[in-house]
C-alpha cells in the first residue's frame, strides 16, 4: 500500500455509538456500533451487525481495508478493437432502412 492509503492507527478516528433497531434494552443501552474515518482519503466505514463492539470494530477495519485495497487497484487498459464485418454491414443495412424512411417522408406534389 502507498504510505498515503495506510491503515495507520494515527490516520483512523474511531467513534462508538448506539446502533438503532431492535435489541430491547441491551441495544439501547450499548454503544456498540462502531463508524472509522479513514483521514487521508475521508472513507468512512461502520459496523452496527453485532452487539459485541470488538465484533464491530474488527468488521470495520476489514471493510476499510477492502475499500483502500480497490482505491490502490490500477484499471486495466482498454484494448481497442475493430467491429466485424457482420456488424458493419448491420450498421450499413440499419442506416439505409432509416435512409428510405426518410425519403418517403418527402414533401406532397400538390
Known amino acids: 500500500m502507498n504510505d498515503e492509503h495506510s491503515m495507520d492507527e494515527k490516520n483512523l478516528v474511531v467513534t462508538f455509538y448506539r446502533s438503532s433497531g431492535p435489541g430491547g434494552q441491551k441495544k439501547n443501552k450499548t454503544e456498540s456500533a462502531v463508524r472509522i474515518k479513514h483521514l487521508p482519503t475521508g472513507i ?12 464491530n470494530k474488527e468488521r470495520a477495519l476489514q471493510r476499510l481495508r477492502e475499500r483502500l485495497a480497490a482505491l490502490n487497484r490500477r484499471q486495466k487498459k482498454r484494448v481497442a478493437t475493430k ?3 457482420a456488424a458493419k454491414e448491420r450498421r450499413l443495412s440499419a442506416k439505409a432502412r432509416t435512409s428510405e424512411r426518410k425519403r418517403d417522408r418527402g414533401s406532397f406534389d400538390d
Request: aromatic share 6%; net charge neutral.
Open 83 to 85: 467491429p466485424t464485418r
Open 44 to 55: 468512512i466505514v461502520t459496523a452496527t451487525e453485532s452487539r459485541s463492539q470488538f465484533e
